[in-house]
């Protein structure tokens, strides 16, 4: 069970360069050093969390954290990240199961490496870690409860009491007509991403390609389709105010571990929920078998998926759909 989860339970490559204001990130070198630092979007401290197989990249603004006395919690509970989620999934309700597993500690890092300016940054990435944490904590529990959730490629039914990131992967996948694991990057970027929200005006994490998105001012992402396609970082959307909180997730046929019935190069999903975001883009790309698919494919899956943009890439074709600028 635990092999077979450590597989499922892959982190994708990332496919799309973010960027706010005048900067960026690159996630498929994902180079951890001073370069992508700088290329930070302004305004924004940088830090990365790791547990296992979740690799995050996250951005957030510190000038909204209020700061902790000496001696006290730096970071605010997790838990609130599962009620926000509750809020922007619809269909999840109930509590959360009693059974817990002991959060990671904190990374220590050395206070050299931080991003400069970012004197709360190891507030804000002791709550990403915690967050992390809780949100493995349950999809790992309901998997050794529940094995067919982590092996089924169908929409699987569970129940109003699991966890609420169990249940939003689970309706988000339902919707799209795949299986659950088809949405968990998402549904842990947007975990995250919310858990950072109670402290933070402005946040990006990046989970190997699958963004959780929530700006004050547009976005906009540079698509990376492999190095072969005529697409690559030629190409950049934007995406408008996602205040309230937006995925913008890829899968792709071609590169990356992804599990796809299709062979498209790139399809990136624009939407409300990231679980869904994921989901959605893992569906449509089974979709796409050469690049004559992509007109189609673009014509049809706006009125199936509910969607805020959709751009889908395959050979020397793409297409374009919904609240996005090509810039």
């Not at 700088?38 to 700061?67: H, W």
């Not at 190069?265 to 959605?280: E, I, P, R, T």
């Not at 706006?302 to 889908?312: A, S």
Request: glycine share 8%; aromatic share 6%.
């Amino acid at each position: 069970m635990k092999n077979l989860y450590q597989e499922r339970f892959y982190r994708k490559t990332g496919l799309h360069q973010v960027a706010a204001g005048s900067g960026g990130l690159h996630p498929p070198a994902r180079q951890r050093d001073s370069e992508t630092a700088r290329l930070a979007p302004k305004g924004l401290c940088r830090f990365e969390v790791k547990i296992r197989e979740s690799d995050l990249l996250i951005f957030a603004e510190n000038s909204g954290l209020q700061r902790a006395a000496p001696g006290s919690k730096t970071a605010a509970p997790a838990s609130k990240a599962a009620r926000q989620l509750q809020q922007a999934a619809p269909g999840c309700t109930g509590q959360r199961p009693a059974a817990r597993q002991q959060r990671p500690p904190a990374r220590q890092q050395d206070s050299s490496t931080r991003p400069q300016g970012c004197e709360t940054a190891r507030q804000l990435e002791a709550l990403a870690y915690q967050a992390l944490g809780e949100a493995r904590s349950d999809i790992e529990h309901h998997i050794e409860r529940d094995g067919e959730f982590a092996r089924t490629l169908a929409p699987y039914q569970v129940e109003d009491t699991d966890a609420p990131i169990v249940r939003s992967m689970a309706s988000a996948s339902a919707s799209c007509g795949v299986g659950p694991m088809a949405s968990v990057a998402g549904a842990i970027a947007e975990y995250v991403g919310r858990a950072l929200l109670t402290e933070s005006r402005s946040v990006i994490v990046e989970n190997g390609g699958d963004v959780f998105l929530a700006l004050s001012r547009p976005a906009t992402l540079h698509l990376y389709a492999g190095e072969d396609s005529p697409f690559t970082d030629r190409v950049r959307l934007q995406v408008p105010n996602s205040a309230r909180g937006l995925g913008v997730c890829t899968s792709s046929g071609q590169i990356g571990p992804s599990l796809s019935f299709g062979s498209a190069d790139a399809v990136v999903a624009v939407a409300k929920n990231c679980a869904y975001a994921d989901a959605s883009a893992t569906a449509i790309a089974n979709r796409v078998h050469s690049p004559e698919d992509v007109a189609q494919v673009v014509q049809d899956c706006p009125k199936e998926f509910k969607l805020r943009g959709l751009v889908v890439a395959a050979g020397d074709r793409i297409g374009f759909w919904g609240d996005i600028k090509l810039i």
